[in-house]
């Protein structure tokens, strides 16, 4: 059960947790998932708005863990790697006040897809982002 705010569940099968406690997790950009729709608007130079719109497929959004494990990190890795080798798209499933996900997804390669600007000590990484695209 997610508590204070924070996410809890899986990415490609690995659970988030340290120590076999849940890491705090947000969902980034879980907006893009609520409508069933993203899109932009337009305004044309007659003044009219346009309005364009796609469903949900290739939504992006992120996963931001604020403490993971390396060794979870490394499994994660490997298992969209794997997923990735057999051209499979992976599950990420998460749970917050919110959002309720269990999306089918692929990396978001049109930007660095995992980031983390910092290693607080040698077993665990601070800040770790993933970028994924809902999968159609």
């Given at each position: 059960m997610p508590t204070l705010g924070y996410a809890t569940g899986s990415?490609?099968?690995?659970?988030?947790?340290?120590?076999?406690?849940?890491?705090?997790?947000?969902?980034?950009?879980?907006?893009?998932?609520?409508?069933?729709?993203?899109?932009?608007?337009?305004?044309?130079?007659?003044?009219?708005?346009?309005?364009?719109?796609?469903?949900?497929?290739?939504?992006?959004?992120?996963?931001?863990?604020?403490?993971?494990?390396?060794?979870?990190?490394?499994?994660?890795?490997?298992a969209i790697q794997t997923a990735l080798d057999a051209d499979l798209a992976f599950n990420v499933t998460l749970a917050d006040g919110v959002h309720s996900l269990n999306l089918s997804v692929v990396p978001d390669f049109s930007q660095q897809w995992i980031s983390y600007p910092a290693q607080r000590m040698t077993a665990f990484l601070s800040d770790v982002l993933f970028r994924f695209l809902v999968s159609p």
């Open positions: 990415i490609a099968g690995v659970n988030l947790t340290s120590g076999g406690v849940d890491c705090k997790t947000e969902i980034i950009d879980g907006a893009n998932l609520q409508l069933g729709r993203v899109g932009s608007v337009v305004v044309a130079a007659s003044g009219a708005v346009r309005v364009q719109t796609i469903v949900t497929s290739y939504a992006p959004f992120g996963v931001l863990v604020f403490a993971l494990d390396a060794t979870a990190r490394a499994g994660i890795i490997s």
